[in-house]
Nanobody, 122 residues
Framework: QVHLVESGGGLVQAGGSLRLSCAAS????????MGWFRQAPEKEREFVAA????????YYADSVKGRFTISRDNARRTVYLQMNSLKPEDTAVYYC???????????????WGQGTQVTVSS
């Protein structure tokens, strides 16, 4: 079993930046593709970004391309989401997820963290 804990969320003004972290424990971190999803009030959970096991495959939702960057450090068992040029519509709870198979934009991951709140004010 894999346990995921997100951190780094908070309150920022529009145009600001945040860096989210997701620390993994349990099984071998490098065996899992990792993804970030978010869910705003009254909206369905949506895909944000994903990264392959090796870190060479990167995938982003159209809404965050050019602004967000996903990365991973397998030695530290951590995946990151660097968020720049934040907009009020980025406000949501951000969830880290792990998948034993290849990356996917669908929320079909095996393990999920508890989420971290990101609030962008205007």
């Amino acid at each position: 079993q894999v346990h995921l804990v997100e951190s780094g969320g908070g309150l920022v003004q529009a145009g600001g930046s945040l860096r989210l972290s997701c620390a993994a424990s349990g099984q071998t971190f490098s065996s899992y593709a990792m993804g970030w999803f978010r869910q705003a009030p009254e909206k369905e959970r949506e895909f944000v970004a994903a990264i392959s096991r090796s870190g060479t495959g990167l995938y982003y939702a159209d809404s965050v391309k050019g602004r967000f960057t996903i990365s991973r450090d397998n030695a530290r068992r951590t995946v990151y989401l660097q968020m720049n040029s934040l907009k009020p519509e980025d406000t949501a709870v951000y969830y880290c997820a792990a998948r034993s198979l290849g990356v996917t934009r669908r929320p079909q991951y095996d393990y999920w963290g508890q989420g971290t709140q990101v609030t962008v004010s205007s």
